[in-house]
């Protein structure tokens, strides 16, 4: 491709350090795609007469056929995917595959290839992120009223309902979605006609080659175009932080399926057996989605250091930024087919949950007392310490919050009435916390509706965004 300038012959230990074909060649269609729309404007600007155009059009479909098939072997020495189709193109149909690189280069062709490319893949991805979020509602409506403990610190702390749970995660969820319609956005320019670094002295027409990729806007300064990955960097930041919380609520649903905790069921289809022990049931899914988050994560700081000392403009450092991406596209692939159907199919032991609460002598209702102290005049510091009084009698005599007579009560707390049972229940605890975004029954049904509505809003923004590709 370049011998004019050279008088030696490329080593072969550097075409096989340079290459990238074991990167890029799964971007043969996209790179196809781009060169289509840049052949039709090249016609239309008059670098190609109609027979040209149409010579190099019929010459793409068919080593696209010839991809498909298996039949084309790329080779090594050619490089890469552009310079590889290029070739066969010429091949096929001489002079006129010759002119295709007419006002292009392979970096403002990279640059487009790729955005094509994730522009599909993220697509994709909205929609099983957004199967993922149906999942957790579906499990809300399903365990709306089932006590669980809200834990801190791992302890228990306060009853929740289990949909009040299964609520947070979709909010979690839901800002990584908003993220992810951020960094499909941000990839949304066309950089055809940018050139090498400058631009181009032919009379290229950009608006075409955009409109005809359907992206949103050609790139507005040729350098930045070429020298710039942060397009990508937005897709990492979501896919971090997708990982960081699906990592995150494995570590929960582990330790939640525990014997020791015992009232989550996981779906069998979704667990493991032991090799030796009959007894075992495992979580490896949910194992493999938390040891896969470190990769995603060194993804994302792989690119942020290759880039950081990066002279404008292009430089071939920027080859290595597919390999990061394309590993963390695949991770995210791989654990949104499983989560949303593991999701769906987990279970709740209520009578478990319900012991688990029983255990710790219902202790877990001690703030419920202490609020309720509050309404009757006591200042919430003197309620606290009384309270705490209470909590530490219970613990003494192993007696339950729920099971003290009102004479053991006021003994400690003279403010304490007949009333006080009115409270002292699991149901009453989560019933009564009617705050908004509290776990309050009333309370997670209004979150879930208004989950319901905006699924349904995200779900058709993205069969639009989908249709326009
Ligand atoms: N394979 C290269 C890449 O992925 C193509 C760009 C090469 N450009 C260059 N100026 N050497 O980035």
Known sequence: MWKGRFEEDTAQVVQKFTQSLDLDWRLYKHDIQGSVAHARMLEKVGLLTDAEAVQIIDGLKTVLAEIESGEFKPSEKLEDVHMNIESRLTELTGNAGAKLHTGRSRNDQVATTVRLYLRERLSNLRSSLLSLLGAFLDRAKKHRLVIISGYTHLQQAQPISLGHYWMAWFEAFLRDYERLEFASRSLDECPLGSGALAGSTLPLDRDMTCWLLGFDHPTRNSLDTVAQRDYMSDYHHFASLFAVHASRMAEDLIIYATQ?????????????????????????????????????????????IMTKGLPMTYDRDLQEDKRGLFASLDTLDGILEVLPPLISKTEVDAQAARSALEKGLGLALATDVAEYLVLKGVPFRDAHWKVGRVVHYCIENAKPLTGLSLDEWKEHIPEVEADVTDILSLEKSVARRGTFGGTGFEQVALQIERGENLLKVKEAESEAAAARI
């Open 260 to 304: 020791e905790f015992g009232w989550l069921k996981l779906p069998d289809s979704f667990c493991t057996g032991s090799s030796i022990m009959p007894q075992k049931k495992n979580p490896d899914v949910l194992e493999l989605i938390r040891g896969k988050t470190g990769q995603v994560i060194g993804h994302t700081v792989d690119l942020l």
